[in-house]
């Protein structure tokens, strides 16, 4: 509110400076100025000028101008003319309800000049007078507001819909409903009805009447032939039916504004100073700007665009008339050219566009005649009719809103009636209410407004008519006639109230703003009478208030308010009813009667006191206690703020108040009373608030406290006892501090001593407590800290907690509190927010002492017991109900995250780590159990307490291993039958052990295709970006490409892995790699990567073949070798912890494998990492253990589950059950240490006892699933060996099992999938044989038993013998016996590192190395080579198999000697008898004369020249593009020309058709760009080669000007156009400038060698148009011009840089030799010119000092190169004269390899000599100049002096 009426208060500053006049510093000038006005002016003519100008005037800044200048008269008035000013406005003060609002400004203007008088003031009489008037009119509106029949409707409408006026009134107001409409700006199209025009008129209709401020023109498009000069604006405030009837009635308009037009000025502004009332406007066009062509103007034709004279004006082609209208094709036959045309307003000389600035307005026709007076009565009457049918309708609706209101304050919505209730639905909002709006806020709204509009222009046209009549009268004319019986009588709902004059100047533009009128006016004016406007009362209400606000600030106004009881008005009248906008101004009013007024204050304080006391002191209070209490207590704040000597009265009520409302348990009570009283309490504590005299209150804090507590009795203040007071109080602080001042250091030692040791006896031996006021036994702040109705309740507690927390010891003291209310928040639950926001936010500080503090007191412990108190109950829930809340756990999260906050600090962390990790371990352990009673809630809490964990235990190694043994600590107290607590467990051993790399969780994909395939790939990626969890997407990349494929409706490519390529960071992606390792590894690793990876598909080799890198596989590091002993080291504290024997324990009491496979799977985890480790292996040996009957046991239960299931969890967690017995039975190997029993004793799963582990392993065999599951078969044969250890029983026992299944002759003949399953695993068996003296005992005995013996004689028998070749059907049945295979992986099995053996295979050396030389399926050869290499480490053995080898080695090498001899015959060729290849023959020479090789030009596609073809015309891809020639030309139109330039592509024209052809979904230059090495082109130049037609290379140049044509829109080339095109091309060269910049290729090298060619073309048209006389005769004028034209023609186009350029056409060497130096020095005459003026001058100026170096170097680069195109295109020519441009062009045509290596030996020297030199003696040194020009240093100074101004 304040904030408000400090945005009035600078709105109103801003008017008064916005309007205020300059005044004067003269001030007695001033004075004496006013005083001669007051002398002059009556009052009568005073008061007429304050209500014309400060109270009826409908214009804001008018009346503000009116304020502004009656302020300037009472500035320098004198004292007696000040009094006698406020006593005439004073006057004026009972007619204020009669203006409304408008009387704003007067308002202010007597507020201020009454209290800023001090000869006004101090007459008592005088201020009587005043009060009684100000109070006198506010208790007549009062009563007015009160009273009106439409306030109850208006109140209950304000607290419903968004109110904006009153539109029930039966009388509308012409005050509150003539609103102030601002100028906006409108196209005059939107705001026009009919428009009309003449050959230089607009003639426009308006919709109605418009006040117009100003009117804008915007020209465009304007032709130069004829432009406006002048703009005439007219308009006419006259209603017609059709503009037209105005068209000739001159006199009818009135001259607005005339504007004069400069020659080519696009807009006008005609400001209109005073604003005009227009219904119709014209705006003329009246004179013009006509350029003088006479009979040579050229006009077009409007039908084919042909060019006709101007005289007759007939197009000759179609024989239209030119002078018809271009867009209406209408003809004016009375002006042949007109300005604008007759039927549509086109203007074919320029376009406008009209905007005017005004508003609407309520204007009527004058009456004139007596027929004009007839229309306005009749008018009148249709009018009256209209508003009467509105005011009906609006009745309707009064008592419509009356019905709808009474329902829904009685709550009776159901009685609204069905039609009513239908709409709104789904809005939210109570449907009456919304109806209600929309029939109060629109119908009434609209129609009231429409009837004030009526109301309006009937009082408009009856002042009109009046106006009429008493002119008629005073002309002498008869009397007017009476009313006749057609013009009713003004019903009373229409008719005016007389308390509102038509005094509003928009009423009629005639009516004056001050004076005139009859005595008609004057009487109405003289006899106000209030009116009974709710509008105006309510306004007359609110500018009450504000002026008795102005007289309350003065002490003496003050007094006589409050004398007559004005306290009680406000207080009974206003403070609750009336404009929600007003009441803050009451409660102000009310503050001011009070300030300094203890008498007044009391008399406020006890109502406000006892009205809301009676309220809350009922039994049961209302709901509607807030709007009941609401002003009450809005005004005990406002004067709780303000500054005076009152605030201690007024701070006792609200502290009486607070204590009432205490003792009331209603929710509704705290909300309403309450809750603001501690925000009032609040305020006073808080530091920022205290202002003025309560400063005292901060002066407290200095006083040096006597004892350690300031004593307080609250009851004897809030009693008013004058000793109890705040003034007493601190006066006896202070004496006392005073008193202590006076003593020294030493005896205010002794005293402090003193009073110390006696505070202290007295504390333990006084029983009766202390006086004061304790917080601890506040029940009314527990209760409000914890209060679960209200959260504004809980943030204001916390709040005011807050603000008492000044000083160190108070600050400890509210902690204290609120720690002893930490025991509520568990029963408080997610109401205890704010309480521990608070208590956070207390103990927050960057040193930590607090938290340190309350550390040090024992919070932790005790937040711990209330975390563990949280987590039992939620416990108890689980196992007794099966709902749950959903804020179940909120006050287990907020107490965790308050321990975690104590746990931020280092030195609490590092003390309480040991006692606290206990409990967040078990407390997250029993979380992670919770199933039923899992929320949110409880989940943040898990995962803040895991990170406690982390933050607990992470520091460093020795913690994590102190951790280590508290989780296996931990476990132990949980039953065995649980099985989720060890599951995290075992998982974060693991984490620690061996952590594992972070998933890179959700990221996004952005598939797009590749651009240059847009055409090729139908559909696009519409949801990019894509995220990676979304379906389809993963986890491979072949998935992303079988989604592009989905998606894009490439049903062909889905299925085809090699059709589409997907491209990351440029690199093509193999399908096979996962999604994520791509984003990780390759998009993530780039710099500034974002978080969407970009994917781009193509199809594979649509645009050729691939040249990014492919990426088949991504670097995982595990091909790196790592030391497990060091990697997994931590793993050792779980030997030494228990956390082994923890494990086994946990596996060995898993007898249901459905409940325990995630249990199972977590402990094997951890196993597996535990076995890495030598110490554990060695560990887990121990027999006590059990190890392998657990491990075993384990497996027994997976192999069942998935024999029984098949959904492969059995079989995953089977194989890692295997691993890790693998492992561990290898170390027992290696130990030599006996691990099997005869019979499992653990293991629930043992079929029979009598049987052993073997016997049990062998018979899983047998199943469809080991037997289907290639791993766990696998797994299962690794450990087999291992059971046997040495025991003839258990070896027996395998043996046998297989030896029925080692039947090779039998297997040969007919075998069963069971029998090759059986070979296989045996095969595997004997492979997994260690090499110990276990394995050498079952190696032996498988000979002993005839098992290796077998094999061998097998392949005795199998294998055939030595032959030429294995396609022999011997050996092709040999290789295709199924036992084979098997037979050679058995072999090598047993022979591996077991003599025995192998001396018994050896004798089958021969057939075996036969076999290692097969190629098959079975991969014989392979298996037959390995069971070799096996047998090589006995001697015996390896000298048998070298020799077979070398053997065979030596008939291969003599075999293939004599197929190369017989290959060389073929071919003509043989060997010598040095082994050497020669000819035998002349093959080879003919070969070679047959192959031509290309060393000149040829094609990029066919790579062929003119050798290959010499008909073939070549051509040179080459960008050209339009270009201003030269910019320094003196012209206002430059001449346009091209540049062309070149990546010199040479390719065949047929080659370039075929290839456009075969790319038909390109365009022509788009595919060309392929060739063209992706470089822009745009025109193929042709190359005349040796052997081509005329005819041809004519064709091709005609192609080629057609491209040119095409890019440039220039017709045909010419001699003039190519050499200024390779002028351009040479200038590139000599500023360095890029070639490439807008082709994209190309450098100096295909540049130059485009060169000659280029010049090639200018020849040949050079030869064909025969204009070589007309060039060689402007060359010789050129060289043959005086001194004085040297400087004028370097800003000509064929200046001398053209010039040089022809030199190379028309010179022969000799002529060049001879003229060179002139071009030079008129190529450094022109570098010096435009370096000097960019536009024309004659001479250089005189004096002109040399330019820097960087100047002239371009004309030396470029006068080299052409000196060096001279030598090299010349050199071998000796012609002259006109032979020299044919001998030149056959030169180019017939030597292309000379030209181009001439080429790159001139591009040397312009790179390597001509661009490093850095001065003109080193340039003219290169240039080989020194023998023409004597004195290099003074010859540029020389030549520009010759050029210099005379």
């Not at 703020?641 to 509704?668: F, G, I, K, N, Y």
């Not at 205010?748 to 009766?768: D, G, P």
Request: aromatic share 6%.
């Amino acid at each position: 509110e304040k904030e408000k009426e400090k945005e009035k208060e600078k709105e109103k500053e801003k008017g008064k400076t916005q309007t205020e006049p300059a005044v004067t510093e003269d001030k007695e000038l001033c004075s004496t100025l006013v005083q001669q006005f007051l002398s002059f002016v009556s009052d009568v003519s005073l008061v007429r000028f304050v209500k014309t100008f400060l109270l009826q005037a409908n214009s804001t800044p008018l009346r503000w101008q009116a304020h502004s200048l009656l302020h300037c008269i009472y500035q320098y008035s004198s004292s007696s003319d000040r009094v006698h000013l406020v006593e005439l406005l004073w006057q004026l003060w009972p007619e204020i309800p009669n203006y409304g609002n408008k009387a704003a400004q007067f308002v202010d203007l007597l507020g201020y000049i009454t209290v800023s008088t001090p000869d006004v003031l101090e007459k008592e009489q005088l201020c009587q007078s005043f009060t009684e008037k100000a109070i006198s009119l506010l208790k007549q509106q009062n009563e007015l507001v009160s009273n009106h029949p439409n306030s109850h409707i208006y109140s209950q409408l304000q607290s419903l819909v968004d109110f904006d006026g009153y539109y029930l009134e039966s009388e509308p107001c012409l005050v509150c409903n003539d609103p102030e409409v601002p100028f906006s700006t409108n196209k005059l199209n939107t705001i026009r009805s009919e428009v009309r025009y003449s050959p230089n008129m607009i003639l426009v209709k308006l919709f109605g009447a418009y006040t117009l401020s100003q009117v804008n023109i915007r020209i465009s498009d304007i032709k130069r032939s004829k432009t406006v000069r002048t703009v005439n604006l007219y308009y006419s405030n006259r209603t017609v039916q059709n503009v037209i009837e105005l068209k000739n009635k001159r006199n009818l308009w009135l001259k607005a504004r005339s504007c004069k037009l400069s020659q080519g000025q696009t807009e006008v502004k005609m400001d209109l100073p005073l604003p005009i009332v227009a219904c119709n406007i014209i705006i003329e066009f009246a004179d013009f700007y006509e350029s003088i062509q006479g009979g040579s103007e050229i006009l077009q034709c409007p039908r084919c665009q042909a060019s006709v004279p101007a005289h007759p004006g007939v197009c000759g082609t179609c024989g239209e008339n030119v002078y018809q209208c271009h867009k209406c094709r209408a003809i004016n036959y009375d002006e042949r050219d007109p300005f604008l045309c007759n039927s549509c307003g086109f203007c074919k000389y320029a376009k406008f566009d009209v905007t005017v600035e005004g508003r609407t307005c309520s204007a009527v026709d004058p009456i004139e005649s007596e027929e004009d007076r007839q229309k306005t009565l009749s008018s009148i009457n249709n009018m009256l009719e209209r508003a009467d049918r509105v005011y009906k309708v609006l009745v309707s609706y009064h008592n419509e809103l009356d019905t709808h209101l009474a329902c829904l304050a009685s709550g009776a919505a159901a009685s609204i009636p069905p039609s009513v209730m239908a709409g709104g639905e789904g809005i939210g909002v109570n449907r009456g209410i919304q109806h209600v709006a929309q029939r109060y806020c629109g119908d009434c709204k609209n129609n009231y407004q429409e009837l004030s509009k009526i109301v309006q222009c009937v009082l408009a046209s009856r002042k009109e008519l009046v106006k009429y009549d008493n002119k008629k009268m005073e002309l002498g004319g008869p009397p007017p006639a009476s009313l006749t019986p057609s013009e009713p009588s003004t019903p009373a709902i229409v008719t005016p109230s007389s308390s509102h004059p038509p005094f509003s100047p928009s009423f009629s533009p005639a009516f004056p703003i001050a004076g005139g009128g009859g005595g008609s006016a004057a009487s109405s004016s003289s006899a106000i009478k209030p009116g009974r406007c709710f509008g105006c009362a309510s306004a007359a209400t609110e500018f009450c208030i504000v002026l008795l606000k102005a007289l309350a600030y003065r002490p003496t106004t003050r007094k006589l308010l409050v004398k007559q009881n004005l306290i009680r008005e406000l207080v009974e009248c206003n403070l609750r009813s009336g404009n929600p906008h007003t009441q803050p101004d009451v409660r102000r009013l009310l503050c001011h009667l009070t300030r300094d007024d203890p008498g007044a204050t009391d008399v406020l304080n006890d109502f406000v006191l006892g009205h809301v006391v009676e309220q809350i002191s009922q039994p049961r209070v209302g709901q509607n206690l807030a709007s009941s209490v609401r002003p009450e207590i809005l005004l005990l704040s406002d004067s709780l703020r303000m500054e005076d000597s009152c605030w201690e009265q007024r701070l006792r009520t609200v502290l009486s108040l607070l204590q009432r409302a205490q003792t009331h348990p209603s929710p509704v009570v705290t909300s309403a009373v309450t809750l603001p009283c501690i925000r009032m309490v609040q305020s006073v504590i808080s530091t920022d608030v205290l202002q003025g005299e309560t400063k005292s209150l901060l002066e407290v804090s200095s006083v040096p406290q006597v004892g350690e507590h300031v004593n307080i009795r609250v009851s004897d203040w809030l009693k008013g006892n004058p000793n109890a007071t705040f003034h007493s109080w601190y006066q006896s602080t202070q004496l006392q501090a005073n008193k202590l001042d006076s003593l020294s250091k030493e005896e205010l030692h002794k005293y402090w001593l003193m009073e110390k040791y006696a505070h202290n006896w007295k504390k333990k031996s006084k029983k009766v407590p202390r006086a004061g006021v304790s917080l601890r036994k506040s029940s009314w702040l527990h209760s409000m800290l914890f209060s679960p109705s209200s959260q504004i309740s809980r943030k204001t507690a916390c709040n005011l907690v807050a603000s008492l927390c000044e000083g160190e010891s108070r600050h400890r003291q509210i902690l204290d509190l609120l720690c002893s209310y930490l025991d509520e928040v568990g029963s408080a639950g997610e109401y205890a927010q704010e309480f521990l926001e608070l208590l956070s936010k207390l103990i927050e500080e960057p040193s930590g002492k607090w938290k340190s503090y309350l550390a040090m007191r024992g919070i932790l412990p005790k937040i711990g017991a209330l975390i563990e108190n949280e987590i039992s109950h939620l416990l108890e829930l689980e196992e007794t109900t099966l709902s749950s809340d959903l804020s179940q756990g909120y006050a287990l999260k907020m107490l965790t995250d308050l321990l975690r906050s104590f746990l931020k600090v280092d030195k609490i962390k590092e003390h309480f780590k040991n006692k606290l990790v206990g409990m967040v371990l078990n407390g997250y352990l029993s979380l992670k159990r919770l199933v039923v009673q899992r929320t949110k809630r409880v989940d943040e809490t898990q995962e803040v307490l895991l990170r406690m964990l982390e933050d607990l235990t992470s520091v460093n190694e020795q913690e994590r291993k102190e951790f280590m043994a508290v989780c296996v600590e931990t476990l132990n107290r949980f039953k065995n039958s649980d099985m989720l607590t060890p599951i995290f467990v075992f998982e974060q051993l693991c984490s620690i052990i061996h952590p594992e790399e972070n998933d890179v969780g959700e990221f996004f994909l952005s598939l797009d295709k590749d651009p240059q395939q847009d055409e090729f790939l139908q559909g696009r990626m519409q949801g990019n970006p894509y995220s990676s969890t979304s379906p389809g997407l993963g986890p491979l990349m072949r998935d992303v490409k079988n989604k592009i494929c989905t998606d894009c409706e490439l049903i062909s490519l889905l299925e085809d892995d090699t059709g589409m390529e997907l491209l990351v960071c440029n690199k093509i992606i193999s399908l096979d790699l996962p999604t994520k390792e791509v984003y990780k590894k390759i998009w993530c690793t780039q710099p500034n990567h974002g978080d969407c990876m970009k994917v781009v598909y193509r199809m594979r080799g649509l645009l050729g073949d691939a040249t990014e890198d492919i990426v088949e596989r991504l670097d995982d590091g595990k091909d790196k070798e790592v030391d497990e002993e060091e990697v997994y080291k931590m793993a050792a504290v779980l030997g030494r912890c228990g956390g082994l024997d923890a494990i086994l324990s946990r596996l060995a009491h898993v007898h249901d494998f459905i409940h325990g496979h995630n249990l199972i799977s977590a402990a094997i985890k951890l196993l597996s990492f535990c076995t890495k480790l030598k110490v554990n292996r060695q560990y887990l040996l121990q027999p006590h253990l059990n190890t392998l009957d657990i491990l075993l046991g384990t497996l027994n239960l997976a192999l069942h589950f998935e024999e029984d299931n098949g959904n492969g969890i059995g079989a995953t967690v089977a194989e890692k059950v295997l691993q890790v017995t693998e492992r561990i039975l290898q170390e027992a190997s290696s130990e030599q240490q006996v691990l099997v029993r005869t019979a499992s004793h653990e293991c629930p799963t043992i079929e029979l006892e009598d049987k052993s582990q073997l016997q049990i392993l062998l018979k899983h065999i047998e199943t469809p699933f080991v037997q289907s599951n290639m791993g766990v078969r696998q797994g299962i044969m690794h450990i087999i060996p291992f059971l046997t250890f040495g025991d003839p029983q258990n070896m027996t026992i395998l043996l046998k099992h297989f030896a029925p299944y080692l039947n090779f002759e039998k297997f040969d003949k007919e075998h069963s999938p069971e029998d090759a399953l059986y070979l296989d695993c045996f095969c595997v068996v004997a492979n997994r044989i260690e090499n110990d003296a276990s394995g050498e005992k079952l190696k032996d005995l498988a000979i002993e038993m005839g098992l290796t013996t077998s094999a061998v004689s097998y392949l005795k028998g199998k294998v055939p013998p030595k032959i030429m070749s294995f396609d022999t059907p011997e050996w092709k049945m040999c290789v295709a016996l199924p036992s084979l295979p098997y037979v050679l992986k058995m072999l090598t099995g047993l022979c591996k590192n077991h003599s025995r053996t192998q001396l018994t295979v050896c004798d089958v050396v021969p057939e075996v190395h036969l076999l290692e030389q097969v190629a098959s399926s079975e991969h014989v050869g392979t298996i037959a080579e390995n069971l070799l290499e096996g047998m090589m480490d006995h001697p015996t053995c390896m000298e048998k198999i070298k020799d077979a080898r070398k053997a065979t080695r030596n008939e291969k090498k003599k075999r293939a000697m004599a197929m190369r001899e017989k290959e060389l015959g073929s071919l003509g060729m043989k060997l010598n008898e040095k082994g050497q290849v020669i000819v035998k023959s002349s093959l080879l020479k003919e070969m070679e004369s047959e192959i031509v090789e290309e060393a000149g030009l040829k094609c990029c596609i066919c790579l062929e020249g003119y050798k290959s073809h010499p008909t073939k015309v070549l051509g040179v891809y080459c960008y050209t593009r339009k270009v201003t020639l030269e910019e320094f030309e003196n012209k206002p139109r430059k001449t346009m020309g091209y540049c062309t330039v070149s990546h010199f592509n040479v390719v065949h024209f047929d080659c370039h058709s075929s290839a456009v052809k075969l790319a038909r979904s390109r365009d022509e230059w788009e595919s060309a760009m392929l060739q063209n090495a992706n470089t822009k082109c745009n025109g193929l130049m042709p190359i005349w080669g040796p052997a081509v037609s005329d005819s041809a290379f004519a064709s091709s140049l005609a192609r080629h000007n057609n491209y040119l044509q095409e890019c440039t829109g220039l017709y045909n080339p010419s001699f003039h156009s190519l050499a200024h095109d390779l002028r351009l091309l040479l200038l590139r060269f000599a500023y360095e400038k890029s070639f490439s910049a807008e082709s994209g290729g190309g450098g100096p090298q295909s540049n130059m060698h485009l060169i000659p060619y280029l010049s090639h073309v200018a020849l040949y048209i050079l030869n064909t148009t025969r204009v070589y006389q007309r060039e060689e005769k402007n060359l010789n004028t050129f060289l043959s011009a005086t001194v004085d034209k040297w400087v004028p023609s370097s800003y000509e186009l064929d200046g001398p840089l053209y010039a040089i350029v022809q030199s190379l056409f028309l010179h022969s060497s000799q002529q060049w030799e001879e003229n060179k130096l002139t071009f030079l020095r008129r190529l450094l005459v022109l570098a010096h010119a435009r370096n000097t003026s960019s536009s024309l001058i004659k001479w250089l100026p005189s004096s002109e000092p040399l330019a820097d170096y960087k100047v002239y170097k371009p004309i030396f680069v470029l006068f080299g190169l052409v000196d060096g195109l001279q030598k090299v295109l010349k050199k071998p020519l000796t012609a002259t004269g006109a032979e020299l441009s044919q001998v030149l062009l056959d030169y180019i045509r017939n030597n292309d390899v000379t030209v181009l290596e001439s080429c790159d030996q001139l591009l040397s020297t312009y790179q390597e000599e001509l661009l490093p030199t850095e001065s003109v003696e080193e340039v003219i040194d290169v240039l080989g100049l020194l023998n023409v020009i004597e004195n290099p240093a003074t010859f540029l100074t020389e030549l520009l002096a010759s050029v210099q101004q005379p």
